[in-house]
């Protein structure tokens, strides 16, 4: 049970460190981040930066450039009666991409992607698309903001799976982006434009590089050529160290934690020291049994070191069959453990990384450590006393076992510690007031096909058959929606009594219609709330914005009521505040509220819909039905908001789920351990035991005598296990900006749980033995 433990948490490890292992430069590889004066980072780069470093450095020898957010839209096959998708999972990248990173090709060639108007599939994706037809040649039309185009099949990869950070199920070439016409009016996504932040931007270095000195003079250059003075810094992060390094909120799949995967291989490893302790203990406390054998061999010419090595071969056969019982056991469980943690692991992916070198030796050094500990301790007995009987009167080894129970249960209350604060935090998560009323709001992803002359009118009517139906309590449009992210970040916002500084100040962008607030159960601290006037207001000519309490106090007003009817700059614009919006969350409560400016208008890439509790599918039909009769040619997608939050706690659920399953493993390896001494215990008293019925004893003091001695020791794990788990527990804490307090009623409750565990364990084996005919243990002395 130890060993399968163990090598089902080193199959999540060895994937985890694997991640983006296969690419043949990754040593050389860096991502390009942006860092402001506060310490906030962030992976949008502004695309022109890469091809100025390239001309200004040769530290660099190449850089790849990819985004994955911009690009999507719906896509469709120009054959007739081809079902559209709206794909979110794709993106536009750099013409060297396959080369760049080590994504092998099925069909095509690399250099296709250099052309404007080409798409590479992933091999789903050409399944989806295409079932058995070949699509090498083949057209797919994309609709998205960049208006309505045609890309030519020229390539299919492999599909980028979960050992990858980067995970895109179609590549379109960025050259397209570099034609004006193909922007449909949309400037900022130039690829010389030193202003919108929008791409993915990756270097390759050369080898002799320092990438601290270099992010200097990437520094400097930006510096010198940036139009902002807003003391944003560039940053380079390791690529090998992306996947288990920091979060930066971005659209690649880094949602591990190296904290975690650390605490993940400590487990593991405890795991199997309770199991090997069980071996020492009960090895050992048998010693008493086995004391004569030993005296007989050596009375008959055996050597220490002939009994050390019977002793420690019969250790390494215990420990060659638990290993080989313990592969069948994690292949019989694995479909179980990949649904409990959501992946698909398989007992391979050890070999997937050198992760399982360090699993082997330490199965190798426990086994060899835990047989010859025994063996050293059997094969010590003095011949001559063990002879006589002095052994048993002397109870040699008694200490250790003690000791050994103590570690077991030391070790099994953290875990109980660990499992319990990691729910009470998930909980705590997920059931925290947002300021906001995420019950019963389905998103409905706006319309991207039929952006014709009649789509304004089409939207307005589909709104109104929206708020026709009885069941149908709010509607809203929005560019942004709660529990996904902002419209784009941006700075440059002053007051007139701003501090040098101020302009360098971030804050999230917004965009929302009139009924955003009163959809979402949003409240107002102060002011009032767009009209439908203004929200009407074409992007440029707009002067009325509204701020929510964080970001008024970053420019520096003490009260809502001061910031109302200011007018604050935004570079060469001036903007009045007429309202200040009560705080919220927007994107959950593992990172701290965000300075927040809303934006008015009618943007429609989310409608917003409050249902009426009762019957939810049939109304989310009802919905479908309305949403194709005036967005012909759109696909259906929707999302409730509750559930779209509780999906960013999907790594934690995960670790829970772990934790747990791996506390209750640990306890019942240590129960078993338990079990077995107490067995030994109860044997070796079986006459004292008797000798006390005959004068008088009763059966409940006689279980009492057995169990106070196992109750003390589970006592005394107590004692150590909780402040080293206090300590842990608040280290892991300092991860999350709002979290739970660590109550005294956790660690009572762990205590008593194991307290309770190891009675049910222990009293058993007293009641039995305590329950046996005195006369029957009597005879035979």
């Known amino acids: 049970m130890g060993i399968s433990a163990f090598l089902f948490i080193l199959e999540y490890i060895s994937l985890e460190q694997s991640v983006n292992g296969f690419h043949a430069n990754l040593p050389n590889m860096y991502r390009l981040l942006n860092q402001n004066p506060k310490g906030e980072t962030w992976p949008d780069i502004e695309p022109g930066w890469a091809m100025k470093a390239k001309e200004a450095f040769p530290e660099i020898k190449d850089f790849c450039r990819f985004e994955q957010g911009v690009t999507k839209g ?4 120009t054959k007739q009666g081809s079902e559209p998708f709206r794909e979110s999972g794709i993106g536009f990248a750099e013409a060297n991409f396959f080369d760049f990173f080590s994504f092998p090709l099925v069909a095509g060639s690399a250099k296709s992607l250099q052309k404007p108007n080409v798409v590479f599939l992933s091999e789903s994706s050409v399944k989806k698309y295409f079932g058995s037809e070949n699509p090498i040649g083949q057209v797919l039309t994309l609709d998205n903001q960049f208006g309505n ?8 990869y492999a599909d980028m799976l979960e050992n990858s950070d980067i995970r895109y199920d179609m590549v379109f070439s960025l ?3 570099k034609n004006p016409a193909n922007l449909n009016g949309n400037g900022w996504a130039r690829l010389d434009n030193l202003d919108s932040q929008y791409i993915n931007t990756f270097f390759l270095l050369n080898n002799d590089v320092n990438p601290k000195a270099f992010e200097t003079k990437l520094t400097q250059l930006r510096n010198k050529l940036g139009r902002e003075n807003d003391g944003t810094k560039f940053r380079l992060q390791a690529f090998a160290n992306l996947h288990l390094g920091e979060s930066f909120a971005d659209d690649l799949q880094t949602t591990s934690n190296l904290k975690y995967v650390y605490m993940l291989g400590g487990i593991a490893f405890l795991i199997l020291i309770i199991a090997w302790f069980n071996y020492i203990n009960l090895s050992t406390a048998n010693s008493l049994k086995r004391a004569n054998e030993v005296g007989v061999r050596k009375a008959i010419g055996a050597t220490q070191s002939n009994l050390i090595w019977q002793f420690l071969g019969e250790s390494m056969l215990v420990n060659l069959l638990g290993f080989a019982l313990a592969i069948v056991l994690v292949v019989g469980l694995q479909p179980v453990f990949n649904e409990l943690i959501g992946k698909n692991l398989s007992f391979t992916n050890i070999s997937l990384s050198p992760v399982w070198l360090v699993g082997v030796v330490l199965l190798l050094f426990g086994s060899v450590f835990s047989g010859a500990l025994t063996a050293y301790i059997l094969s010590n007995f003095n011949p001559i006393e063990t002879l006589k009987g002095k ?15 103590v570690s077991q249960f030391t070790i099994s209350i953290m875990l109980i510690l660990g499992t319990v604060l990691i729910y009470r935090q998930l909980r705590f998560m997920q059931t925290k007031d947002l300021g906001l009323n995420p019950s019963q709001l389905l998103v409905i992803q706006g319309a991207e096909v039929g952006k014709d002359s009649t789509f304004k009118t089409r939207k307005m009517a ?3 058959a929206v708020n026709q139906q009885s069941f149908v309590q709010d509607y809203c449009v929005s560019g942004s929606v709660p529990s996904r992210w902002f419209n784009f970040m941006t700075g440059g916002f002053t007051q007139p009594n701003s501090k040098p500084g101020d302009e360098q100040k971030t804050y999230s962008f917004a965009i929302i219609g009139e009924k955003y607030l ?8 102060a002011g009032r709330n767009f009209t439908e006037a203004e929200c009407n207001v074409e992007w440029n000519d707009n002067s009325k914005v509204l701020l929510n309490e964080t970001a008024i106090a970053a420019l520096g007003f003490a009260t809502p009521e001061e910031a109302i009817r200011t007018r604050i700059q935004w570079d060469e614009r001036q903007l009045e505040i007429i309202g200040v919006v009560k705080n919220y969350h927007h994107v959950g409560v593992k990172q701290a509220i965000q300075p927040i400016i809303f934006y008015p208008q009618n943007n429609s890439a989310y409608i917003t819909v409050r249902l009426t509790p009762e019957n939810i599918q049939e109304k989310v039909a009802n919905l479908e039905k309305i949403y194709k009769t005036y967005f012909t040619g759109n696909p259906y997608e929707y999302f409730f908001v509750d559930d779209n939050f509780n999906k960013q706690y999907q790594s934690e659920q995960q670790y829970s789920q ?9 306890i019942i390896i240590a129960c078993l351990g338990l079990f077995g001494l107490a067995t030994f215990t109860a044997e070796s008293r079986t006459k004292e035991i008797a000798i006390r019925k005959v004068l008088g004893a009763s059966t409940f003091s006689i279980t009492a005598l057995l169990s106070q001695d196992f109750l003390k020791l589970v006592l005394t794990a107590i004692i150590i296990a909780s402040p080293i788990a206090y300590y842990l527990m608040e280290k892991w804490l300092q991860d999350f900006e709002y979290k739970v307090e660590i109550s005294w009623w956790i660690f009572a409750l762990a205590g008593i749980s194991a307290i309770l565990v190891a009675l049910l364990t222990v009293s058993y084996q007293a009641i039995k033995t305590a329950l046996m005919n005195p006369v029957k243990s009597l005879k035979t002395e």
């Open 175 to 177: 050259e397209t982006l």
């Open 74 to 77: 719906v896509v469709k096959r």
């Open 462 to 464: 589909f709104m109104n």
């Open 658 to 666: 772990i934790f747990t399953t791996a506390s209750v493993w640990a």
């Open 391 to 405: 052994f048993n009167k002397r109870s040699k080894g008694v200490f250790l076992r003690k000791s050994l129970v």
């Open 518 to 525: 009163k959809t979402y159960g949003i409240e107002l601290k």
């Open 149 to 156: 185009a045609a890309y030519t099949v020229e390539g299919i």
